[in-house]
């Protein structure tokens, strides 16, 4: 009920869903007109949400590098597990930066095994109608739409809040997160002898 930027919602919402992921090593890549390595893969959730809260828009540039940042990413997925090379790519607009095209990028993380899932934040266009939908900046959903294919994941489109918490939970059952196994080694105590 509170009227709030689209960076604070995206910021509570995502940092609920990075509490949820308490088994997944995690990173946070921000992109502008570059694209940045913020939080290196780490089990800290703690310091990945603390660099999710921390961001501003306009950090890393006015612009959308998004062959980049799926590139940047490729780089530091590669060498995880098979079964754990997922990014969940959040964007509010088309690519307008960059050096790397976003269908080269996707096929780069299609050859590394990884899974992306595009969730656009912004104003669809309807190729069909020639309308907007929504609010914000143009958001290329085709472009979006063929990564999430060519990847094995899903393109999603947020337009509140109530829709972005859920595509969350949506992703939580998708990609569950495997519990973490805790080992115990029995102590015998051999001070005495």
Do not use: C
Request: neutral net charge; hydrophobic residues 45%.
């Amino acid at each position: 009920g509170v009227a709030v930027t689209r960076l604070q919602m995206v910021q509570a919402i995502a940092g609920r869903f990075i509490e949820r992921r308490a088994a997944d090593r995690l990173a946070l890549i921000l992109f502008g007109s570059r694209a940045y390595l913020q939080t290196p893969l780490t089990f800290d959730r703690a310091t990945v949400r603390y660099f999710l809260d921390d961001a501003v828009i306009g950090l890393a540039g006015r612009e959308t590098a998004l062959g980049d940042a799926i590139g940047l990413a490729v780089k530091h997925l590669h060498d995880q597990p098979a079964d754990n090379r997922v990014l969940v790519l959040l964007t509010d607009g088309a690519n307008t930066a960059g050096t790397l095209d976003p269908q080269e990028a996707a096929a780069l993380a299609a050859q590394a095994g990884i899974r992306i899932y595009p969730i656009g934040i912004g104003r669809a266009r309807d190729q069909r109608l020639g309308i907007r939908l929504g609010s914000g900046r143009d958001l290329d959903s085709a472009t979006l739409t063929a990564i999430a294919e060519q990847t094995g994941g899903r393109m999603f489109t947020a337009t509140d809040s109530g829709e972005l918490a859920r595509i969350y939970a949506v992703l939580d059952e998708l990609e569950p997160s495997t519990r973490e196994q805790r080992y115990y080694r029995p102590l015998y105590p051999l001070f005495v002898w």
